[in-house]
C-alpha cells in the first residue's frame, strides 16, 4: 500500500519569495509522483510528474520537484511566487502496475501575500 | 494533455432522487476510470475504480448500493447517487487513464442535496 504525507496544511509566503511543499510518501512497489494544482470548485490540474530519468522534474508556471529516492520525497518548488499562485496543491503517487489508482496527500493550501 | 469532460459541473437535487454524473474522455480511450469525493478544504478521496466492461472495484466503507459505477465504454463511465441525502453533498471528481499513462480528472461536479 502507498501512503502520502504533505506536512503543511497551509503556507503562508510573500509575493516574489521562493517557496517549498514538501511531499514523502511511503511504498512497498516502485511509484510515478505527481503535483496537482486545485483551484476553488475546480478539478485538478497536473503540475509535474516523475515516471523515470532524471530526478529534477520541471512544471508548468515555473514550478520543478525533486524526486529523492532514499528521503523518499518529491518536494515541489518555485522560485519566485505570484498572486496567482494562490491554491490548493496535492501531491499524489501512483502504482506503476496493476490498478494505477492514485493516492493524494493532504493538500498544502499555498497562499500568497501581496 | 488529454482532456476528460465531466458533467454537470454543478447540480442540485431533493432528498431521496438519484443524479448520476457523467464522466467522459474526449480524445482517448480509457481503460481505467476513477472516481473520487473530495469534502471542503479536505484532499481527494478515492471511491472506486472501474474498467471498460467490469464491475467497478470499490474502496473499503464505500457503499456500492448508494454510488453505482457504469464503465460502459472506453469513454465513458457514470456515477449514480441513489436516494441521494444532505450528508451525499460533496465534490465529486472523475479521472481517466490508458494504460500506465497519467490519470487526467474531469472538473469536478459540486453536488448539493437539499
Known amino acids: 500500500a502507498q501512503s502520502v504525507t504533505q506536512l503543511d496544511s497551509q503556507v503562508p509566503v510573500f509575493e516574489e519569495a521562493p517557496v517549498e511543499l514538501r511531499c514523502n510518501y511511503s511504498s512497498s512497489v516502485s511509484v510515478y509522483l505527481f503535483w496537482y494544482v486545485q483551484y476553488p470548485n475546480q478539478g485538478l490540474q497536473l503540475l509535474l510528474k516523475?515516471?523515470?530519468?532524471?530526478?529534477l522534474v520541471k512544471g508548468i508556471n515555473g514550478f520543478e520537484a525533486e524526486f529523492n529516492k532514499s528521503q523518499t520525497s518529491f518536494h515541489l518548488r518555485k522560485p519566485s511566487v505570484h498572486i496567482s499562485d494562490t491554491a490548493e496543491y496535492f501531491c499524489a503517487v501512483s502504482e506503476r502496475s496493476g490498478t494505477y489508482k492514485y493516492i493524494f496527500g493532504t493538500g498544502t493550501r499555498l497562499k500568497v501575500l501581496a | 494533455g488529454a482532456v476528460v469532460s465531466q458533467h454537470p459541473s454543478r447540480v442540485i437535487c431533493k432528498s431521496g432522487t438519484s443524479v448520476k454524473i457523467e464522466c467522459r474522455s474526449l480524445d482517448f480511450q480509457a481503460t481505467t476510470m476513477f472516481w473520487y469525493r473530495q469534502f471542503p478544504k479536505q484532499s481527494l478521496m478515492l471511491m472506486a475504480t472501474s474498467n471498460e466492461g467490469s464491475k467497478a472495484t470499490y474502496e473499503q466503507g464505500v457503499e456500492k448500493d448508494k454510488f453505482l459505477i457504469n464503465h460502459a465504454s472506453l469513454t465513458l463511465s457514470t456515477l449514480t447517487v441513489t436516494s441521494a441525502h444532505p450528508e451525499d453533498s460533496s465534490f465529486y471528481i472523475c479521472?481517466?487513464?490508458?494504460?500506465?499513462?497519467?490519470?487526467?480528472f474531469g472538473q469536478g461536479t459540486r453536488l448539493t442535496v437539499v
Open positions: 516523475y515516471l523515470s530519468g532524471s530526478t
Open positions: 479521472s481517466a487513464r490508458a494504460g500506465d499513462r497519467e490519470a487526467f
